[in-house]
Nanobody, 126 residues
């Protein structure tokens, strides 16, 4: 059974940094595209970042480019999201996702991903 579990969400102040972790079990992570999405209250789930299964190319939403970094440790079956210079608009539930068959043109689409975690709350507030 495939399971993804996010940890690391908490209440922080604007300008702070935070690192989210996603532990993956039930599959070998290496051939999978992994991604982070987020969902704020009353809004649709939106793409944050992804790392492709091949060559490790990374992709980011414009709103987080230069502040967030996605990474993975295939040996540990872990995915990470380093978030720097957090803003109040980054407040959301953050979800880790994985799929082996994501095509590049659709990697920002939640429906492309078969496997999801339950999410971890990140709140940025002064």
């Amino acid at each position: 059974q495939v399971r993804l579990e996010e940890t690391g969400g908490e209440l922080v102040q604007p300008g702070d940094s935070l690192k989210l972790s996603c532990s993956v079990s039930g599959l070998t992570l290496r051939p999978y595209t992994v991604a982070w999405f987020r969902q704020a209250p009353g809004k649709e789930r939106e793409f944050v970042a992804a790392e492709r299964r091949s060559y490790g190319n990374t992709y980011y939403a414009d709103s987080v480019k230069g502040r967030f970094v996605i990474s993975r440790d295939n040996a540990k079956n872990m995915v990470y999201l380093q978030m720097n210079n957090l803003k109040t608009e980054d407040t959301a539930v953050y979800y880790c996702a994985a799929d082996q068959g994501v095509i590049m043109s659709a990697m920002r689409t939640p429906a492309q991903y078969d496997y999801w975690g339950q999410g971890t709350q990140v709140t940025v507030s002064s």
